[in-house]
Nanobody, 125 residues
């Protein structure tokens, strides 16, 4: 069982920045694939970004590429999502996820075994 604790959401004006953090329990954090997904009201959950255990591979959705950066600090068991140039359409609940077992593509939510509680990000125009 992996516990995830998210922090860092909030309200920001368009063009602003926020950083989300996701702490995960476990002694083998450096082997986990970490992902971020988001879900806006009335919409399906969508992939945002993911990072491999050794940080050598990162993946981004097209609509956040160049604005969002995923990173991790394995010494702190924490993954981050730095969000810059935020737009109102980025408003959503953001969820971090862990893939302990790498069973499929990083962008597909069904291949993550554990999920955080969600952090609300609201971008005002």
């Amino acid at each position: 069982q992996v516990e995830l604790v998210e922090s860092g959401g909030g309200l920001v004006q368009a063009g602003g920045s926020l950083r989300l953090s996701c702490w995960a329990s476990g002694r083998t954090f450096n082997t986990y694939r970490m992902g971020w997904f988001r879900q806006a009201p009335g919409k399906e959950r969508e992939f945002v970004a993911a990072i491999s255990g050794n940080s050598k591979s990162t993946y981004y959705a097209d609509n956040v590429k160049g604005r969002f950066t995923i990173s991790r600090d394995n010494a702190k068991n924490t993954a981050y999502l730095q969000m810059n140039s935020l737009k109102p359409e980025d408003t959503a609940s953001y969820y971090c996820a862990v893939a302990v077992f790498i069973l499929g593509p990083a962008a597909q939510s069904q291949y993550y075994q554990y999920w955080g509680q969600g952090s609300q990000v609201t971008v005002s125009s």
